[in-house]
């Protein structure tokens, strides 16, 4: 079986944590610096409030006068977000992150020792926390799983027996499908609201009018998801902090706190001289909330130079003034050293060039950001047809 954990608001949970009075009443996340005046998610009492995400700042607080405002705080919700899925490897399950929230992991493989389904799921809960309300649903494929735990209790967990997805999926809205807001307006309007409505149109009217996400979901809509669950490989992190004692814009002071951070953390002796792929900067703000920014490295370092002349750049990116720095390193290496040919056949630079790049494309953007046309129909009549994309596995 395949579990979904799931954790409404995540983002909104994560920053709240550090403003408990307003845990309970009605909040929501702050606009984003230089974007549209739209709040965020929001807690159960400012949607009985009559507040939505995605509304204007003035409506919201027109529906909500007590409404507070709580500043976005990326770092706390990457280091929230680590320490959960920590606990939860550390419970024996293998986990795939998506997002912040949301994570799947396979169950058969501790079945046994845990005494069953249940126990398992149950296992997971108890490692997210009960502060969190975490939800699972388990299930054959990855969306009935998805769906199941949209439709959980808070602290429990829903099992979809196999077989009996279509039947579990045909009253759900279409709000577990991954459309776009207007997709999801564009088959209202058509009568279309329920999974069950969709799986019920022709998929080859659907291809035509909605195009390829219109198709992905008229097969999931038939539970059709044959994803498997690909874990994540537990990162080695090494983390360092500077607190200011006055909060500090000064460029010239953040890049002299940055040359600290990473002269503590190339001293450390669990680096063993190995040298990080991927760098976070994060910034504590004085007027509330945080700032983060990550890097990934062409070629895994451990140049000081060549590490600040990646990161001080982004402190520019500061939306305000910072009472404290961090910085973490991740993607260390597995070797100290570079064993260099003397004599390298033809081309063997560029393939290796090549492939450095896929792998820092993956890093950043998933391991679906590169694909490759294979011809696989090119006596076809329609181009379409001809060929297909996929992922890139060199």
């Known amino acids: 079986m395949i579990a979904c954990l799931t954790i409404d608001v995540f983002a909104l949970r994560a920053a709240l944590r550090a403003r408990l009075e307003l845990v309970g009443g009605p909040a929501a996340l702050a606009p984003a610096a230089g974007e549209r005046d739209l709040v965020g998610p929001c807690t159960e009492a400012a949607r009985q409030a009559g507040v939505r995400p995605g509304m204007r700042l003035g409506e919201a607080l027109a529906a909500c006068p007590e409404l507070a405002l709580v500043e976005r705080d990326p770092a706390a919700v990457a280091e929230e977000w680590e320490r959960l899925l920590r606990r939860l490897e550390a419970a024996g399950l293998a986990v795939e992150p998506v997002q912040p929230g949301c994570a799947y992991f396979e169950t058969a493989g501790v079945e046994r020792l845990a005494g069953g389904l249940r126990s398992v799921l149950r296992r997971a809960l108890d490692a997210a926390g009960p502060e969190w309300e975490p939800r699972i649903g388990a299930a054959a494929r990855r969306f009935a799983a998805l769906a199941a735990a949209s439709v959980a209790p808070p602290g429990q967990a829903l099992v979809v027996d196999d077989g009996d997805e279509a039947l579990f999926l045909e009253p759900l809205p279409l709000d577990v499908l991954p459309l776009t807001p207007e997709r999801r307006r564009e088959l209202a309007d058509l009568g279309v609201r329920r999974l069950g409505e969709l799986a019920r149109l022709p998929g080859a009217a ?11 979901a008229w097969r999931l809509a038939h539970g059709e998801d044959d994803r498997a669950v690909k874990p994540r490989r537990p990162a080695e992190e090494l983390a360092e902090s500077l607190a200011f004692p006055e909060a500090v814009a000064n460029a010239l002071t953040l890049e002299w706190g940055l040359a600290a951070l990473l002269d503590r953390l190339l001293a450390r002796p669990e680096r063993a001289g190995r040298a990080p792929r991927q760098l976070a900067l994060s910034a504590r703000l004085a ?3 945080s700032w983060r920014r990550a890097v990934t490295l062409r070629e895994p370092t451990a140049e000081p130079r060549r590490l600040q002349a990646a990161l001080a750049p982004k402190l520019a990116e500061l939306p305000g003034p910072a009472v404290e720095l961090r910085l973490v390193l991740s993607a260390l290496a597995g070797s100290v050293g570079v064993q260099e040919e003397l004599v ?9 060039l090549l492939r450095e790049g896929l792998r820092q494309v993956r890093a950043a ?10 011809e696989v129909a ?6 379409e047809a001809r060929a297909v994309l996929v992922p890139r596995d060199d």
């Not at 090119?378 to 181009?383: A, C, G, N, V």
Request: hydrophobic fraction near 35%.
């Open 206 to 216: 659907v291809a035509d009018r909605l195009g390829r996400d219109g198709e992905q």
């Open 287 to 289: 007027a509330g909330g």
């Open 344 to 352: 390298r056949p033809e081309g063997r630079r560029l393939r290796e």
């Open 365 to 374: 953007a998933g391991i679906d950001a590169v694909g490759t046309v294979v």
């Open 378 to 383: 090119p006596w076809s009549r329609i181009p």
